[in-house]
């Protein structure tokens, strides 16, 4: 297992190993021991997954508030997309700054994504299966979301907002300030 910390310290992009024979390979997708060891300590309690049909599809940028506040393991098991986390932790060194990593069905990479930090993806291809676990369970009045183009976050989507294809619900999200506050750095 490789994992890379990325330009936000807190982001990780895990890499499992693949043991490839004449059959094809096998992985584990989620050791908790071992995910123990890079800190990853908090315990998953439901598992997600999507199917987006188009590349270009954007969902997000999501999060939960506090007390149902979701750490993320993400990855993509069929096509690739790119993977975005944004730092809302007020008083954060990174507040407001985002990272991205390209997870694909070949890569088999994971992105983990702590409670704190907004999530979202583009699809990168067609027919696009993303799955991830979360450390808490869903819960609809803790829902917040931010406008994936909001120009104050400065994102460099690889799809133009005309070719965008995103939710009702997402094109309505707000700003950055919308969600300023929710989460404080070092809690
Ligand atoms: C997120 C979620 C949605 N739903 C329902 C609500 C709704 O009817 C339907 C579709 O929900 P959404 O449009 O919010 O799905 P989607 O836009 O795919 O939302 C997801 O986006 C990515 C980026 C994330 O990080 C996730 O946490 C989640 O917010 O599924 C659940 O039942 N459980 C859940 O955990």
């Known amino acids: 297992m490789h994992v890379e910390k990325l330009t936000i310290p807190d982001i990780l992009l895990i890499t499992p190993a693949r043991f490839e024979d004449s059959r094809g390979y ?6 908790a021991p071992r995910m123990a060891t890079h800190g990853l300590t908090l315990p998953f309690v439901q598992d997600n997954q999507s199917l987006s049909r188009q590349k270009g599809v954007v969902r997000g940028l999501h999060c939960q508030a506090p007390p149902h506040a979701q750490g993320k393991l993400v990855r993509c098991t069929q096509g ?5 986390a944004v730092d809302i932790r007020i008083g954060s060194p990174t507040f407001g700054k985002w990272v991205a990593a390209t997870l694909t069905g070949e890569n088999g990479s994971q992105l983990w994504i702590p409670p704190g930090f907004l999530h979202g993806f583009c699809t990168l291809s067609d027919d696009v299966v993303v799955q991830y676990k979360c450390t808490d369970v869903w819960n609809r009045e803790s829902e917040c979301a931010v406008l994936w183009n909001d120009p104050a976050l400065a994102i460099d989507w690889p799809v133009a907002p005309g070719d965008a294809i995103v939710s009702d619900k997402d094109a309505a999200a707000g700003d950055l300030l919308s969600v300023s506050g929710i989460f404080t750095f070092g809690e």
């Open 26 to 31: 096998f992985t584990e997708t989620f050791n």
């Open 80 to 84: 690739a997309i790119w993977d975005v």
